[in-house]
């Protein structure tokens, strides 16, 4: 089942004034700065205990920003803007963003580029199992490029983006690379969609379509923090793409990506739901800038009839406690816990609502680590009584070899265990973007 500047404040939120008089609003109090009142909460900064983003220098996001350096956007372009830099800054999204700003995939498709054109050269019963090369590819490449620059928006440190009521970011990237200190708060993220995915013959026995964009992508980055956020593919939804190849035509990566050495990380009370590839920590198996990162708390998240990656995690320490598994989707589902290459996944107190036909072993998939801590579990069938289960213990006795039983750590940043019992409701009536305006 689907359940569905510095460019000047005059610019960005005072229209009709003239520039002296905006100016002077400008550097009034917030309320006048920004023609609306600052939520308390854009202003909040996460607090001492609440897991690894509480780790390191903290996470303040914008909370020191003057007066001069509070915005709010309406449109792609005011968005751009108003988070580029590092100077301390809050910046209120207002309404619905669009990223692509009504450019369509036609307007980035390269001149050499159909997609049926595509399909023909690089089937494999034709170009054979080898990636594609050539000028059809290199369109595809530059149509990507193209629409790449239109949708990522790259945020500066000493950052909080906090939602007003009803604001939605569409088919947009936030992009944190090399940067630390950023708020993500009370947002609705909607369909970052791929235009031109990538065939990749290689990958898999069978080969898969890879997309390039998500919702979120921490890139080396430093103390963040994910608060109240929604997520979802809109009315794009990935059961309803088309198959070529025998594969699905995947236009979806991740809701919300960390990796490449980022560190220091809380992802909590957010309602991700209705996709495919979740939350990926860390995107290779070769060892490097992520070894000894990756520290991140996962805590009173919401996460509904998602495939798989919910999370997949590679060699950090992560914290995954008081989460909602909502999982009514057998033919979508594929795993929830991705035990991956030097992995330290720490999960308690979770609570998994599922169908009958996904089976308690298939909770946990080995992408080759070799410990996990998992204890505190509840599960209810449908309205079915709540039992207390092992999901380590279950995939243990169905698959080999075994996944060990202690991570090799203990978590001591946490806001707060809650009885998995009382989960559902906790995170039900909290999770996503609902916080004040």
Avoid at 131 to 141: I, K, M
Wanted: charged share 15%; with cysteine; net charge negative.
């Amino acid at each position: 089942m689907h359940v569905h500047l510095k460019l000047g404040l005059t610019v960005l939120t005072v229209a009709g004034l003239t520039l002296a008089a905006a100016t002077a609003i400008a550097q009034a109090a917030d309320t006048r700065s920004t023609g609306v009142s600052v939520p308390a909460q854009a202003r909040q900064t996460l607090a001492a205990n609440d897991g690894w983003g509480a780790a390191g220098a903290g996470t303040s996001g914008g909370s020191a920003a003057d007066d001069a350096h509070v915005f709010v956007v309406r449109t792609r372009d005011e968005l751009v803007a108003a988070v580029a830099g590092n100077t301390p800054k809050i910046v209120l999204i207002a309404g619905k963003i669009d990223a692509n700003a009504g450019r369509t995939c036609a307007d980035y498709a390269d001149p050499q580029y159909s997609l049926g054109a595509y399909l023909a050269a690089y089937d494999p019963a034709v170009w054979g199992r080898v990636a594609p090369t050539g000028p059809l590819e290199e369109a595809r490449v530059r149509s990507t490029r193209t629409q790449g620059d239109q949708i990522k928006v790259n945020v500066g440190s000493n950052t909080t983006i906090y939602g007003l009521k009803g604001a939605q970011l569409l088919a947009g990237n936030l992009l944190l690379t090399n940067v630390s200190n950023v708020i993500i708060r009370n947002v609705t993220f909607v369909d970052a969609a791929d235009c031109f995915p990538a065939w990749t013959p290689t990958d898999g026995a069978d080969g898969n379509w890879n997309s390039l964009y998500d919702n979120v992508t921490l890139s080396g980055a430093t103390n963040v923090w994910l608060d109240h956020n929604t997520f979802t593919d809109g009315a794009n939804q990935d059961v309803d793409q088309p198959v070529y190849f025998g594969r699905p035509y995947q236009v979806h990566d991740g809701l919300a990506d960390i990796i490449r050495g980022s560190d220091y990380v809380t992802v909590s009370y957010n309602y991700l739901f209705e996709h495919d590839k979740s939350m990926l920590i860390g995107s290779t198996n070769t060892p490097g800038v992520d070894v000894g990162k990756l520290r991140v708390t996962i805590h009173h998240n919401r996460f509904a009839n998602l495939g798989q990656r919910i999370p997949r995690v590679r060699f950090g320490q992560v914290d995954v406690y008081n989460n909602y598994f909502y999982l009514t989707d057998e033919d979508t589902f594929s795993y929830v816990f991705g035990v991956g290459v030097q992995s330290a996944i720490y999960a308690e107190n979770n609570f998994v609502l599922r169908s009958a036909d996904i089976p308690l072993g298939d909770l946990v998939y080995n992408w080759g680590g070799t410990v996990m801590t998992e204890r505190g579990t509840l599960t209810r069938v449908g309205t079915g009584p709540v039992v207390a289960v092992n999901l380590l213990a279950e995939f243990n006795a169905a698959n080999d070899p075994d996944i060990g039983t202690d991570a090799g750590w203990t978590p001591a940043l946490r806001a707060g265990l809650d009885a998995t019992a009382d989960v559902p409701k906790i995170v039900t009536a909290n999770a996503g973007a609902r916080l004040p305006v």
